[in-house]
Antibody, heavy 120, light 106 residues
Framework: EVQLVQSGAEVKKPGESLKISCKAS????????IGWVRQMPGKGLEWMGI????????RYSPSFQGQVTISADKSISTAYLQWSSLKASDTAMYYC?????????????WGQGTPVTVSS | EIVLTQSPGTLSFSPGERATLSCRAS???????FAWYQQKPGQAPRLLIY???SRATGIPDRFSGSGSGTDFTLTISTLEPEDFAVYYC????????FGGGTKVEI
């Protein structure tokens, strides 16, 4: 069974750094892309970016290029989303998600979400 | 970037009614790269439709998708109580984007 288990809720101050994780199981981690989606409070879904763990090929939405870094550690089947300097506007729920295999940028399996709060 | 517009933002129905949701793209997209998701409060989204008209695994046949070019539609033939939720469209071409969502309320 495919499972994506995300790290827990985070409360940070503006300017701080953060790295959240998504632990995958139930499939070969290096054979599928894995991506991230943002949902700001009361708002819609935003496609942030995606990584292919086998070769670390990473694609970002233009809206998120330079704002976040997506990475993966093949040895522990875990994907990451990180910020070097958080802003209050980064407050949101972040989901990791995996495609079904026949379409790289479509998401069929989802993590439970990691809520991030950035406040002074 | 392709902008997907879902309007109206909220639709009101009674259980048993037929619901038709629309999504319009700012430029023509391949129907092979168009999807619909459902999201309930406090839950992650769930994939309903991919390739504009193919149902994802386990999705009831009361959900159907259609469309091409810039106009796509999700139809729920007979609304069940569990169908009241927010629905998002997505194009998953080279630079994927989501629509803003339509809330289907009672």
């Amino acid at each position: 069974e495919v499972q994506l288990v995300q790290s827990g809720a985070e409360v940070k101050k503006p300017g701080e750094s953060l790295k959240i994780s998504c632990k995958a199981s139930g499939y070969r981690f290096t054979s599928y892309w894995i991506g991230w989606v943002r949902q700001m409070p009361g708002k819609g879904l935003e496609w942030m970016g995606i990584i292919y763990p086998s070769d670390s090929d990473t694609r970002y939405s233009p809206s998120f290029q330079g704002q976040v870094t997506i990475s993966a550690d093949k040895s522990i089947s875990t994907a990451y989303l990180q910020w070097s300097s958080l802003k209050a506007s980064d407050t949101a729920m972040y989901y990791c998600a995996r495609p079904p295999g026949f379409a790289d940028f479509l998401f069929d399996y989802w993590g439970q979400g990691t809520p991030v709060t950035v406040s002074s | 970037e392709i902008v997907l517009t879902q309007s109206p933002g909220t639709l009101s129905f009674s259980p048993g009614e037929r619901a038709t949701l629309s999504c319009r793209a700012s430029q023509s997209i391949s129907s092979s790269y168009f999807a619909w998701y459902q999201q309930k409060p406090g839950q992650a989204p769930r994939l309903l439709i991919y390739g504009s008209s193919s149902r994802a695994t386990g999705i009831p046949d009361r959900f159907s998708g259609s469309g091409s070019g810039t106009d796509f539609t999700l139809t729920i033939s007979t609304l069940e109580p569990e169908d009241f939720a927010v629905y998002y469209c997505q194009q998953y071409g080279d630079s994927p984007t989501f629509g803003g969502g339509t809330k289907v309320e009672i």
